[in-house]
């Protein structure tokens, strides 16, 4: 029982330090350039033993976007689910969008997930399977939480009745027309300073037609 | 001899015209990276120090083809047709966006240099002022006119056409970012609609008035 404990630890240090590397490698080579090799050296196993947990360069790939999307993808879901973001009457909607937006802004900029996003982009043309379960797993995922927050305060009666799939991707765009799109072709470019002003303008223009 | 310059010059044009079309089919087709710009040549029929001379480098090529779907693109949105209602101008506008992307593939373009970000920086840099940030300032000014002439209410339009493009892109081009296949949706007018009606309840002097009655 112990061994068998100590094995599953090793194991499970191992699959971290090959996603680890994994993830540095890519980042800094792209996903065509990045050699499976040279992966395992970095993360300090053998060849075998990295596509025992990874049978693909391109599973490993689609484990480190899910690693990063993981933890944000969980935390914003978390966050959309209504024992957080308590929706009743006395909700403050202005101050609860801004708190979702301000919390996908920073997950997007604090956890290098622009610099992946960026990587899935251009092996569209090359993988596009990865392409496609990205678009599922982050971006649809992400919507369909915020759809669920407007239908819900639709029913609440505190939203007028609108398509809400159409509405979160107005809100969803101009919040990454705004942060997202010019990070994507500059790696330099981080969160400016007034985007808060930005993100409240987003909802004020929302809330102007869809609030009551 | 005015004669003989004319033709000289077409022969130029049309030589400048067959490398451009070349460089996009072979950027889009290899990436900016893996261009070589002896095969971008050779397909444009024209020889490497003929397109030298037209473009100083890979770069220059690169930065001509963007811009030369960028210009169709803001053309689009600079002359909005004369229409009744303020509404009607601005889908009619949304609409003409849609559509110069959708035929100029410009998200194929953006693939490619969202992908040489970290090889290439100066490349999407330049990409992103040419297109998207021109076409924002190009969309501002045509907001600032509509305030000037007491449609829209005095509002922060650098920000509002950031909103305006995100919302069309967001609906229609984005998605085609991670699928190849993505095609724009055949019946786009009811999303253009409501988008436009989201704007003007924001910034319409209107809708302000009306509401306030």
């Known amino acids: 029982m112990g061994l068998e404990h100590y094995r599953r630890t090793i194991s499970e240090s191992k699959r971290v330090s090959i996603l680890k590397a994994g993830r540095e490698n890519f980042l800094r080579n792209g996903y065509s350039r990045a050699a499976v090799a040279e992966i395992a050296r970095e993360a300090d196993v053998s060849t075998a033993t990295l596509y025992k947990h990874f049978s693909s360069k391109e599973e490993l790939f689609a484990a480190v976007i899910r690693e990063a999307y993981g933890d944000l993808g969980g935390e914003f879901n978390h966050a959309t689910e209504a024992d957080t973001f308590k929706v009743d009457a006395s909700t403050d909607l202005r101050k609860m969008f801004h708190g979702m937006v301000h919390q996908y802004l920073t997950a997007q900029f604090d956890h290098g997930a622009n610099a992946l996003l960026r990587i899935v982009i251009a092996e569209v043309p090359t993988t596009p399977k990865i392409a496609l379960d990205t678009y599922e797993f982050i971006i649809m995922r992400r919507a369909a939480g915020l759809k669920k927050v407007f239908d819900e305060l639709i029913v609440q009666k505190r939203m007028k009745p609108h398509d809400t799939e159409m509405g979160v991707n107005f809100i969803a765009g101009m919040i990454k027309e705004v942060f997202i799109w010019p990070a994507l072709f500059d790696a330099k470019v981080g969160l400016p300073a007034n985007a808060d002003d930005v993100i409240y303008e987003a909802i004020d223009m929302y809330l102007a037609r869809y609030g009551v | ?213």
């Not at chain 2, 290899?30 to 029929?45: L, N």
């Not at chain 2, 019946?187 to 009306?210: C, D, G, K, S």
């Open chain 2, 1 to 213: 001899m005015q004669g003989l310059e004319k033709y000289r010059r077409t022969i130029v044009d049309n030589k400048r015209a067959a490398i451009l079309k070349a460089a996009r089919r072979i950027f889009l087709k290899c990436g900016y990276t893996r261009a070589g710009m002896t095969e971008i040549a050779g397909d444009a029929d024209v020889s490497t120090a003929t397109l030298y001379k037209h473009f100083g480098s890979k770069e220059e090529l690169f930065a001509a083809v963007v811009t030369e779907a960028a210009r169709f693109h803001r053309q689009e949105f600079a002359t909005p047709p004369q229409y009744a209602t303020l509404a009607e101008k601005f889908a009619a506008s949304m609409r003409l966006v849609l559509l110069s992307y959708a035929q100029s593939d410009l998200h194929v373009l953006m693939r490619v240099v969202i992908a040489e970000v970290p090889f290439a920086p100066d490349v999407a840099r330049s990409m992103y002022a040419n297109m998207i940030d021109r076409w924002h300032k190009g969309v501002a000014l045509l907001l600032d006119r509509l305030i000037e002439e007491g449609e829209l209410r005095p509002h922060d339009t650098q920000l509002s056409s950031k909103f305006l493009a995100g919302m069309v892109k967001e609906s229609f081009i984005w998605p085609g970012l991670f699928n190849a296949n993505y095609a724009v949706p055949q019946n786009p007018e009811a999303t253009i609609r409501e988008m436009v009606e989201l704007f003007l309840t924001r910034y319409a002097v209107e809708r302000q008035v009306a509401a306030s009655a």
